[in-house]
């Protein structure tokens, strides 16, 4: 079962590399401006934050994580089949928002499907793929497209993320079936009053700050480095040694984000990565720029690896795929919901480097809110005091 889920991860995540790194400039070229590129994906991202809790928790509840997975898979790649003969913002809006439901479970069902394959502490070494596929195809695809103008790469980059998300697809339909459904399922009222915890949407509201702002970056780089007159390979670069940083973290970091460490690191994350911005927002040679991103480690690689982990403290593990739905909903959806619009109508106005300065705005705002979270849960008793 391994294989197969490293198959998804790889596929499915070098899709989104290229879809987050290229396809703006794709729409770009069919007459979109940075605002309507943000409403299209935060528009997704909040289609995607009703449909998230909901399926996950249908699928403990019918006791089926790797049955709904592949059909979301199989349904998210249809959905956007004909990409490449799709022209304008209608078009562009249809087949993402069309797209949106059946591609948001997809990692709340996969993380669910490894964490309960290896355990938390065995995680990172599988999630790593997915953060291989992403960084290799992108900094690959950026090589290739570095002779290219950006109109060009955006519009190669459609066949390509057809391609990964088709192995993705291929890859699924190699999981076993489910096991038999256990006879306590939870019910969806039991999972009603889990994300009503309010220790637990508090946890979710500093997490949606700090994943706004990477949304800031994932959408906004390749645009950035473009203002900034550096060719397309850039940006393939910058993605490639984040990846680095974050496969690395991911690959040493698993029983270091558990346990009486956790605290420690995750009060460290939201500070790195509010500096990490401010040099984006002022530095301009892109090779410094391209340097920066090892901070990625910290930014993603243990910030994920951290919350994760927390995150199942909140529930038993039949509710893991509940919990993990529920986390992408507020962290994944209304964070990138806040950090695509924000950051589109930024960049409308003021530049990318307003922009990024106000993404380390929302991590001081979020490192804050860690500390209280940390004393709330203390307080509450419902999580074990180990930090």
């Known amino acids: 079962m391994k294989k197969a889920i490293v198959g998804v991860y790889i596929g499915y995540f070098a899709s989104e590399g290229l879809l987050a790194t290229y396809w703006p400039h794709h729409m770009a070229s069919l007459g979109m401006d940075p605002s309507e590129v943000g409403l299209v ?3 997704r991202m909040g289609l995607a934050i009703i449909a998230q809790p909901v399926l996950s928790a249908l699928s403990d509840k019918f006791g089926r994580p790797r049955a709904f997975l592949k059909v979301a898979l199989l349904l998210a790649f249809a959905s956007v089949l004909f990409a490449p003969w799709v022209s304008g913002f209608a078009g562009m809006a249809l087949i993402l928002w069309i797209q949106a439901s ?3 479970i997809v990692i709340p069902l996969i993380d669910t499907t490894s964490i309960r394959e290896v355990g938390t502490s065995g995680y990172g070494r599988l999630r790593l793929w997915g953060s291989l596929g992403y960084g ?4 690959l ?3 290739l497209a570095q002779r290219s103008s950006y109109e060009v790469a955006g519009k190669m980059a459609v066949p390509s993320y057809l391609l990964m998300l088709g192995l993705a697809t291929v890859a699924v339909m190699a999981l076993p079936k489910d096991d038999a459904p256990s006879a306590t399922r939870p019910q969806m009222r039991q999972m009603a009053r889990l994300a009503a915890n309010p220790v637990l949407l508090f946890f979710l509201g500093v997490h949606a700050l700090h994943f706004a702002s990477i949304m800031f970056y994932n959408i ?3 645009v950035h480095l473009r203002g900034l007159g550096h060719d397309p390979s850039i940006p393939g670069f910058a993605v490639m040694v984040a990846i680095v940083g974050e496969v690395l973290a991911l690959f040493v970091f698993g029983s270091r984000a558990t346990g009486p460490q956790m605290k420690a690191w995750s009060l460290v994350v939201m500070p790195l990565t509010a ?4 040099a984006m927002a ?5 090779w410094i720029l391209v340097a920066i991103q090892v901070t990625h480690f910290f930014s993603y690689g243990v910030w994920l690896l951290g919350s994760l982990e927390m995150l199942g403290r909140f529930g038993p593990a039949e509710q893991r795929a509940a919990l993990q739905g529920i986390f992408a909903a507020a962290v994944f959806g209304a964070g990138g919901v806040l950090g695509t619009w924000t950051g589109g109508v930024i960049v409308d106005v003021s530049g990318t480097q307003l922009a990024f300065v ?3 705005g929302l991590e001081v705002v979020g490192a804050i809110g860690l500390w209280f979270f940390w004393r709330r849960a203390a307080a509450s008793g419902l999580l074990r005091a180990d930090g």
């Open 41 to 43: 994906f935060s528009v």
């Open 220 to 222: 906004f780089l390749s």
């Open 102 to 104: 059946p591609r948001s």
């Open 275 to 278: 500096l990490r911005w401010v």
């Open 282 to 286: 002022i530095f301009t040679d892109a």
């Open 136 to 139: 290799v195809v992108v900094a």
């Open 358 to 360: 106000a993404a380390a």
């Open 141 to 143: 695809f950026g090589f």
